[in-house]
């Protein structure tokens, strides 16, 4: 039997880790603006993969990973125009649209990649970033500190995300209208601008995190690859209350569940693979049981606002 | 009206402002000024397009035609931003505090021009506003957490936040307690001075007589009456009501032998416990309540050691300051909290664990005094609000199935009795005016045969007609022996109603009277003041 605890399989789980929760964090992190300002974005999945592929491509042909998360980023944000003028501008159901996105973002990219991308290209290894001297120490040095510059922008991006949401009026904007827009409206805000600002922004971040999975942490795009993210990035969101800290913690759990289900299948543990792949699942829907009283969205959450209306 | 030098200038003028909803003309061809250094009081029925009026100056409705001039020039208020630019600040009549967030983030949401908050700025802002309002309010404090008058002040403060000059109040004093009531009118007298004009929509006259300076009224939507400051100043009391009385209710009511009831309205209380039929108290206990406590563990004022006896066709009133218990109290009887100890009884029968519904078809009947939240469904028709109870049952629904003919004839019915102003049945609920949600409410719980009604501030919000209306059939029901617990701020209330009053405070009953008529309330105030003295040496709320 393989020593679990040797180097090689350390850094290995770390690893691991590292690639399930990073995009999740990213795409949460959008749903969070999203939610706390009132509009539950069922598109995610969609606008992650629509990002996901546009990264890939961009990848592809430009050899850039930065061009890449770029492209990608934009994508989500032109994806989520269409959830800001149906939704945000002329009050159609939040849930419809998100749902539309969904199996469109879906269908779409899975049938453009299928007509142009016959022979499954595979992108390069992307180069790394080294912290100095942290890099050097045993176990933790070639996994969490040689990392895609991606990754350690990533928790820049949750921090200033926190520090938006709690410091800003623009943040507190955000809350309010997630509260109660009627509220804002009185405080002279403008729910309108304020719900259209954090689509948009929900939007970038799942492209950006669409864009991670693709061309960093799974070095290509395949139909579909996102395999239900989108949804645990919801959960994720309901169970985080708004907490950016949390958004964090719980990324990482999943991360930590999918990489235990790779180790274990380099183990001579004989588990079907279907089994491995569904663990991840299993334990979100155990924390979702165990903490789902303290899940939490904010009491404007999928209401549409008209000025003035009673 | 001729303009003189030493009138005040006018800063808002209104110009035969009107604006229609389906079904209604809510406001018709109304003009308005509104002067520097005026309380312009502004009376009217419910329905009768107050609100309306003063969201339209808010920029939350625009209007269908007419025009808004400030300081002389035509504006267009588009938004509630640009209402604020124009200096015009709201207090909207159902609050718009989020409770989730404290007193601080709930005004500099108001600060929509920086990007960083300011939490230094804000908090000496605030210091500055309450010094100036005669306030004292913590700045970290969820907006949950507030009593009610706290609550009203921080209203005005966010109204004031952006330097009004003109600041709007629509019923602020509705849900007040009277000292809370004394306190706000002196925060408002402190801003007049200050030179700000001022509009204030009220129901109690004794309110718009002892702060206004000017008095408007409506009536179904058109301006009916208006007073200037000079005449205004030549009135007594009595005169002023009579005045906008008749404004109010119209000629129908002063014709023929109707002039009475306005006389009625006016005297206000006095005349209607004559109405109760003496010995009309029964020997058998409908409610008996032992020993009761219940501490809820979500911030709200818990209640200790309750005891209460009511007997068929007894009204016990419950006074005391607001938030002292009083909700806790009436939403541990109507079976919506579970209490820790203690046992209820309805007649014979043990109903200490027994949910809402199972009470509700023992007779029980609870009206809440939070009714826009848990009273309506907004987006159902009036109809189906008022038969929301008696969902499923005979003759409105028939195997599942519901029968048009009866909801609708039902419905009217009871929009007839209470006078519900709503364009047609089928009006969504939501739409209607504050009032009138009242009014569906407590046309909904009373019918259907009650033997107890626990009724929570049956009266805040009503119009004087109604006011006498409800109070009127709160009288019928005990003198057709119905049990009914009365929970009310209002002492006049009160003493014109219960045939006993307990007085609560800090979630215990501290002491109880029978209602002896005029010196009832004197009684009730030194229970209360002994309680206080005996209190402040432990604690301060
Ligand atoms: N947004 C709306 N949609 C439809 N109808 C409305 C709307 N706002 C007001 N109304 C109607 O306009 C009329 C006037 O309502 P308004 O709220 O101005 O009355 P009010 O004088 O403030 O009464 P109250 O004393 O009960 O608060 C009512 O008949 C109401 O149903
Ligand atoms: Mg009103």
Redesign the pocket.
Known sequence: MTDIFSEPFVIAFILGCITGAIPLLIASLGETIGEQSGVLNLGIEGMMLIGGYVAFVTTLSTGSFALGLIAGTLAGVATSVIMMVLNTWLGLNQIVIGLAITLAGGGITGVLYNVYFTNTPRLGQEDTLAIPFLSELPYVGKSLFTQSPMFYLSFVLAGLVAWMLLRTTVGLRFRAAGQNPNSLDAAGGNVVVTRSAAVLLGGAFSGLGGAYLAIIAAGTFTPFMTHGLGYIAIVVTMLARGRIVWVILVSFLYGVTVALGTVLQLTSFSLPTDVIKMFPFIVVMIVLIAFARGSYVPPALGEPYTR??? | MTTQVAENPVIVGMKNVTKT??G?V?NDQISLDIRQGLVHCLL?E???????LISILAGMQQPDSGQIEIDGKVSRITSTRAAMKLGVGVVY?HSTLISSMTVLENLMLGDTKRVLLDKKGARTKLRDLSALLGAEIDPEIKARNLGLGQQQQVEIIKALWQGSRVLILD?PTSMLTPQAIESLLASVVRLRNEGLAVIFITHKLREAYAIGDEISV?RKGRMVKHVPARELAKMNESSLKNTVLTAMFGDDQASAGNRKTIEELAGAATASRQARKAGSVSETTVLSVSQVTCSPNDGTRGIFDINIAIRAGEILGIAGIDGHGQSTLAEVLAGQRKLQSGRVLLGETDVTHLDVRARQSMGLRYVTDDRLHEGIVGNLPVSLNLLLKRVGQKPFWNRGRINRQEVLDESNRLISEFDI??PNPETRAG??????IQKLLLARELSNNPKLVIFNKPTY?L?LKTVARVREIILEFANEGVAVLLISADLDELTELADRIAVISQGRLIGETPNVGARTAEIVGEIIVNEGAAATGKSRK
Request: charged fraction near 20%; proline fraction near 4%; avoid cysteine.
């Open positions: 003035g209306a009673r | 909803f389906p209604v809510a009217g419910n329905g009768a397009g107050k609100s309306t009549q019923e409506l102003r709503t739409t209607l005016s504050g009032g009138n919000g119009d």
